[in-house]
């Protein structure tokens, strides 16, 4: 730089000085090509304005203006290093050094910006780097780059643990003071103007043990209510568990499942509309994690248990429509499931469902479900009297005060499962892994190859309805007014008396195609819905000769059972002792086996159709 015409500067190149005058350049400004080299170091120092406001707003000790400004310039050289060892790669690039080269230049920077950034940091690397390390570990706590030798007061020294407990203790009181006032309640404690009692222990907090910390500064017990730890500790007092959690509790990364039904989610969730009483619908909803597909749902008026298991019954109709196996593993909240996690309840480990993850309450990022139930509800916003959430993030998905307009419950159910189906038959999210499916066609193509049968007489003892009947016939019986036949002749004698508990479930019509029979609480048969024929050979189909035929060999085989059942029998003769004499007693004879009694063989008598009809008439 050098001087022009009228008082104007002008550009020097530094390579067409004389040799002379590089030397007297470098003399008096340095080696401008290790300036140049350290440029991009100083582009990175930036003052930072909370750093600024601290410590204008500072008043513990009643720093000087010019200490002030040092001190921000030291946090925003210091913060500058920081950035650069955070970043090996960059710091190669920039200086072409290594870590171990870097405080001898560092203090070469800090030397090199004192005209632009007046500061107090040392320049020597035995000072320096430990002044650093202060400044990190302290999470950049602006105090501690004041100088404890020029300010050397109480207020700024360190405090112990005794006083933080204290001060923390005051803060989360019940009514949940504010931080001056927890402050002042300390310095009356100080001056005999008030006591402090732990309920807990009944005793008294002693003043005079504490008068050795002073009267710390506002700023002082800011600092210590800021301090990461004591921030969580105290939030967990004053905040509630879900704020607590997103604000403080560390999560884990995961991933979701590769295959369909290895993991299931169920949560309850309400839709977005008010009735004409002001009140919502309540509703149950249980999903897919990996494909994100929603397979059973259930709304009611009511929050209860009997909505859970209406949402479990229509994923279960679901899953037996499509053939599908037993979902690997079922994760859900305590919160109306507590009556299915008894030693044979549905929700036990083991008895439906090979695992079961209950997740903790309050903690809607654990929930798989809660992730879905977050992009579905906003799909439905156009839609009329729509309520968002009184404290959504987005404003434009907070609920709207002016929104008068109610449904009627059956139109917020018919919203509601509508917009389920779209999403259902919408693209999935992870386009790379499923190109061009929907999260359907992910459930259905996708599913784990592992999976176990869905066992639906288990299924239906657990979900299903049930009634009490009778076998008639040793064939047939009535549940809800239908007729179900016994699989085979030879099932009669699996029962015990003719008086059964058949359980079922009805199929997306609310038709029951199948009941399962029990008795004593043992599973004995299935027994599937009847089929009758038209009697008139003249109007018969093929499909009405082929129940005939089934018919008339089920009593075919019916007729064979028993007569190798009577065939099995022995012909005995029973006596009365007194009207025998011991002489006219029979002698003692081995009675053939049951193998060994002949039985003159049935004559077969080839009938026809209409004869065997006749007989079954």
Not at 438 to 448: A, D, K, S
Not at 472 to 495: C, H, T
Not at 551 to 578: N, P, T
Request: charged letters at 30%; glycine letters at 4%.
């Amino acid at each position: 730089m050098g001087r022009g015409g009228n008082g104007n500067s002008v550009l020097i190149k530094y390579e067409s000085l004389p040799p002379a005058y590089k030397q007297l350049v470098k003399d008096r400004f340095g080696d401008p090509y290790e300036y140049a080299a350290k440029q991009p170091i100083r582009d990175l120092i930036q003052i930072d304005e909370n750093v600024r406001q601290f410590f204008e707003n500072y008043d513990g000790v009643g720093l000087e203006y010019e200490d002030k400004m040092k001190y921000t310039n030291d946090a925003a050289i210091l913060k500058a290093f920081y950035k650069l060892l955070s970043n090996k790669k960059q710091l190669k690039e920039m200086l072409h050094i290594s870590i171990g080269a870097f405080w001898q230049k560092a203090c070469e920077i800090v030397k090199d910006v004192q005209h632009q950034y007046p500061n107090t940091l040392p320049t020597s690397e035995r000072r320096l780097k430990p002044r650093y390390n202060d400044f990190v570990k302290s999470a950049f706590d602006p105090a501690t780059l004041i100088d404890g030798r020029k300010y050397n007061t109480t207020n700024n020294r360190k405090v112990d643990d005794e006083f933080e407990w204290l001060i923390m203790s005051l803060f989360v009181q019940r009514h949940r003071p504010y931080k001056l006032e927890a402050y002042n309640d300390y310095l009356a404690f100080l001056r005999g103007e008030v006591i402090i009692m732990d309920t807990r222990k009944k005793e008294a907090f002693d003043p005079e043990y504490y008068r050795c910390y002073g009267e710390m500064s506002d700023t002082t017990i800011w600092r210590i209510l800021t301090k990461p730890v004591n921030m969580a500790v105290v939030d967990k007092m004053r905040l509630n568990a879900l704020d607590y959690s997103n604000k403080h509790s560390p999560y884990n990364e995961r991933f979701a499942p590769l295959y369909s039904l290895s993991k299931l989610t169920m949560d309850d969730y309400d839709p977005p509309f008010k009735m004409p009483n002001g009140k919502r619908l309540s509703g149950y909803v249980v999903m897919d994690v990996a494909s994100k597909c929603i397979i059973g749902s259930a709304f009611s008026r009511d929050k209860n248990t009997e909505l859970l298991i209406a949402s479990l019954k229509d994923m279960f109709r679901l899953l037996v429509t499509n053939d599908c196996g037993i979902p690997g593993e079922l994760e859900f909240e305590r919160h109306l499931t507590e009556p299915l996690m008894i030693d044979d309840g549905l929700l036990k480990a083991g008895n439906m469902f090979p695992f079961v993850r209950l997740c903790r309450a309050a903690n809607p990022r654990e929930k798989r479900a809660e992730h879905t139930f977050r992009h579905l509800k906003y799909t439905k916003k156009k839609e009329k009297g729509f309520r968002g959430r009184p404290w959504a993030k987005d404003e434009a998905n907070r609920m709207n005060e002016n929104v008068t307009a109610t449904r009627e419950f059956e139109d917020i159910v018919e919203v509601e499962r509508r917009y389920m189906a779209k999403w259902n038959n919408d693209l999935h999210h992870d386009t790379d892994r499923y190109p061009g499916m929907t999260r359907w066609e992910v459930f259905i193509e996708n599913q784990n190859p592992h999976l176990a049968r869905l066992n639906r007489h288990l299924m239906a003892q657990y979900i299903g309805e049930k009634v009490t009947t009778t076998i008639r016939n040793n064939k047939v019986l009535q549940v809800q007014y239908g007729s179900y036949w016994l699989p085979s002749a030879e099932s009669i004698m699996d029962f015990n008396s003719h008086s059964v508990t058949a359980y079922y479930l009805r199929d997306k019509d609310g038709q029951i195609p199948e009941v399962y029979l029990y008795q004593d609480g043992e599973y004995k048969c299935t027994a599937m819905k009847g089929e009758r024929y038209n009697e008139s050979q003249f109007e018969q189909t093929d499909e009405d000769k082929r129940i005939m035929h089934e018919q008339f060999g089920y009593r075919s085989g019916f007729d064979a059972m028993v007569r190798q059942r009577v065939s099995e029998l022995a012909k005995v003769e029973v006596i009365k002792m007194e009207t025998l004499t011991v002489d006219e007693l029979p002698a003692k004879k081995e009675l053939p086996s049951f193998a060994e009694v002949e039985q003159p063989a049935p004559s077969k008598v080839k009938k026809s159709f209409s004869q065997m009809a006749e007989d079954d008439l």
